[in-house]
Nanobody, 125 residues
Framework: VQLQASGGGLAQAGGSLRLACAAS????????MGWFRQSPGKEREFVAT????????SYADSVKGRFTISRDNAKNTVYLQMSSLKPEDTAVYYC???????????????????WGQGTLVTVSS
């Protein structure tokens, strides 16, 4: 399984960016997907997750109302639309995928089997 994240870059506070993560090597439409991030000196943290169908999503409180996760199973791609960006959103963002019996969405890293390489998002004040 390969996950390729893209779309990171530099944005001003209050601005927007859209991340994409293209997946290959597995049956994308049957796996839940997630985004995590890691800032320098901090542990990796959960950002958002989406079910295999796209019908269920869950967000970290810190991004709720500002970020939107979505997926296009025909394109094997998951997206993270980030709006109203804040300097504290600066981090390397990772996409991940996993499958567990009975698990629809997952907000903790241990549920994820495969990880992308990360894409850097920098938000200036």
């Amino acid at each position: 399984v390969q996950l390729q994240a893209s779309g990171g870059g530099l944005a001003q506070a209050g601005g927007s960016l859209r991340l994409a993560c293209a997946a290959s090597g597995h049956t994308f439409s049957t796996y839940f997907m997630g985004w995590f991030r890691q800032s320098p000196g901090k542990e990796r943290e959960f950002v958002a997750t989406i079910s295999w169908s796209g019908g269920r999503t869950s967000y970290a409180d810190s991004v709720k109302g500002r970020f939107t996760i979505s997926r296009d199973n025909a394109k094997n791609t998951v997206y993270l639309q980030m709006s109203s960006l804040k300097p504290e959103d600066t981090a390397v963002y990772y996409c991940a995928t996993g499958w567990r019996s009975g698990v629809v969405v997952a907000g903790t890293a241990e549920y994820y089997d495969y990880w992308g390489q990360g894409t850097l998002v920098t938000v200036s004040s």
